[in-house]
């Protein structure tokens, strides 16, 4: 009698703090988590994520499904995930672009700072300027000559107004003397840009090691961000007299602000435990990326500096 009449105080209990006993028995997580994409197939987001899905589930429990969801230059998949129930079961994997530089440039129907909470940097990449390959353009300083010589004669493809290939180009352009030379033509995403520069839709184009590498002989890199070049023989945006930091891209886990801590902690256990994966270490390198992890709490920190840095480039993109 007395153990039926503490069952029946502890259910009570539970009732009142609006719980159901599913909630009180099951560990998150209990069913697959939805990582949005706010972005196309087929770009570096893309596989990137499915290289880490692919591992997780050991150390999460569950399994992770990747759902793309371009549109918007990203503001679909973001507004989405923004609107998506906290409780840990959908997040966002975008960019630092998309994250602190699209809201001094657009009115988002969403405050990143507000709803979103890192879980962790995945890594990051860099940018190289490639042009076909039978392009008549050997060298960067070649494309730059022809573009001031034939304004609108050359068509640029990129991932989205204010996207990730977007605000780099146009940093590039504008320290190129090029900007108001170069038609931009939009696309949703890297891997969409991609084909449509394949397609012949432009002239030049914007993409990672990673989907560089997959197209040998297409393609001609012309130069490449970062301190070191990435491609033999291809000089960087710094060697030719560029600001060294143009085309860095963060790939950021997010979740909605709200997660419960416990939850939040859990994913951010995992992902940490992914990075000493052997598996995921091989799976990076074979496509061309590198492990830079940054933890979600280190990485909230580094979200103001950002929003500053890109509040200052673009008032001096406006006046050039």
């Known amino acids: 009698m007395r153990i039926r009449n503490l069952t029946k105080l502890l259910l009570g209990a539970v009732l009142a703090l609006g719980l159901s006993i599913d909630d009180v028995k099951a560990e998150y997580p209990e069913k697959p988590i939805t990582l949005v994409l706010p972005v196309g197939a087929g770009g570096s987001h893309d596989r990137n994520a499915r290289v880490f899905t692919s591992v997780i589930p050991t150390y999460l429990g569950n399994a992770i499904i990747v759902k793309l969801m371009p549109g918007a230059s990203g503001q679909v998949g973001t507004a989405n995930v923004a609107k998506s129930k906290p409780d840990g079961y959908t997040l966002l994997f975008t960019h630092n672009y998309f994250d602190q530089l699209q809201k001094h440039v657009k009115k988002l129907p969403y405050n990143t700072d507000k709803d979103f909470i890192t879980v962790g940097k995945l ?85 990672f090691k990673s989907t560089i590498l997959g197209q040998k ?62 598996t995921y270490k091989k799976l990076i390198k074979a496509i061309g990326e590198i492990t830079d992890y940054v933890d979600g709490v280190a990485y909230e920190k580094q979200r103001p500096a950002q929003s500053a840095a890109y509040k200052d480039m673009i008032k001096g993109l406006m006046k050039k």
């Open 123 to 207: 890594n990051s990449g860099n940018f190289s300027v490639i042009v076909h390959g039978n392009s008549p353009y050997k060298t960067w300083g070649q494309l730059v000559a022809f573009a001031k010589k034939n304004p609108g004669k050359l068509k640029f493809a990129h991932s989205g107004n204010w996207g990730a290939t977007h605000a780099p180009a146009l940093q590039l352009f504008t320290e190129a003397g090029i900007a108001k030379s170069i038609v931009m033509v939009p696309y949703k995403g890297g891997g969409p840009s991609m084909r449509g520069f394949l397609a012949r839709e432009a002239d030049f184009t914007m993409q």
């Open 217 to 278: 002989g297409k393609v001609r890199v012309l130069i490449s961000a970062g301190t070191k070049t990435a491609f033999k023989g291809v000089p960087t945006f710094k060697d030719l007299g560029y600001t060294s930091d143009i085309g860095l891209m963060h790939r950021v886990i997010m979740a909605p602000r709200k997660i419960p801590a416990d939850r939040l902690a859990k994913l951010r256990g995992a992902l940490l435990k992914v990075q000493k994966d052997k």
